[in-house]
């Protein structure tokens, strides 16, 4: 844009007050600018227009943009942050997880400290018994393997049938149970052996196979005992009483 001069000012007072009047509108750079600039209010990182226009403010305070019909427009933009000192986006607090029972720390052996164990023989299947563990204690615990049993002073140990081995561990929260179920003789009468125990001594095993898990349960057994014969077996340790007992 150029200043426009009136070709009558020669008169040195009147000349005096035009070239007040030229410092005051010129900006810097040689160049007038036609009118004053509309105030802007920007947010923060928004740059100041040099020419008319008018300002728009996302109300959030996260971008301002203005356009006007001067030199052009200019764009800033800002975002909240982490209480103001980082810089970074605020992603908000971490919620913390609590107790996780499922935690390694928080976890635990099953035994007979601290679960309640129970031995009963059902009507079906045939010549069955189901071993039932309640977790008593205030951690997650962990039935490893299957339970290993023996009658009365029994010298030998009764095998599991691997077709019964779970997927993974049986794990038992605070009041849960798990199941294991004992073939305790065969039903075409075919085992060898026969007795009748009247004592049932459960012991449990550790995280590797055949070693010791802790404290063992003794479980009290019918009146008049149970029969049991070399077909003896039991099952691997289960979530599900049902999967026991159609084994």
């Known amino acids: 844009m150029r200043m426009r001069r009136s070709s009558r000012l020669f008169v040195p007072a009147i000349a005096a007050l035009a070239a007040l009047s030229l410092t005051a509108c010129e900006d810097g750079t040689g160049t007038e600018t036609e009118g004053a600039p509309t105030p802007v209010s920007s947010s923060a990182g928004a740059t100041q227009p040099t020419g008319t226009g008018t300002a728009t403010t996302d109300p959030a305070g996260g971008t301002g943009k203005d356009t006007g019909t001067g030199t052009g427009s200019s764009t800033g933009s800002s975002s909240k942050t982490d209480g103001g000192t980082s810089g970074k986006p605020a992603t908000g607090d971490t919620a913390g997880s609590g107790s996780d029972a499922d935690a390694p720390e928080n976890r635990v052996l099953c035994n007979g400290s601290n679960t309640r164990v129970t031995a009963q023989p059902v009507p079906r299947p045939l010549n069955h018994m189901l071993i039932t563990v309640t977790n008593t204690g205030s951690k997650t615990c962990d039935l490893t393997y299957y339970p290993v049993l023996r009658f009365d002073e029994m010298q030998w140990v009764p ?36 007795a009748t125990a009247k004592k049932l001594t459960v012991g449990f095993q550790g995280a590797t196979p055949d070693s010791d898990g802790g404290a063992s349960a ?9 029969y049991y014969d070399s077909s003896l077996t039991v099952t691997y340790w289960q979530q599900s009483m049902d999967d026991v007992l159609s084994w």
């Open 218 to 226: 003794t479980p009290s057994l019918p009146a008049g005992g149970v």
């Open 159 to 194: 095998q599991a049938a691997e077709a019964t081995k779970p997927q993974a561990v049986t794990s038992l929260k605070p009041g849960e149970s798990g199941y294991a179920g004992v073939l305790l003789a065969a039903a075409d009468g075919s085992g060898d052996g026969g």
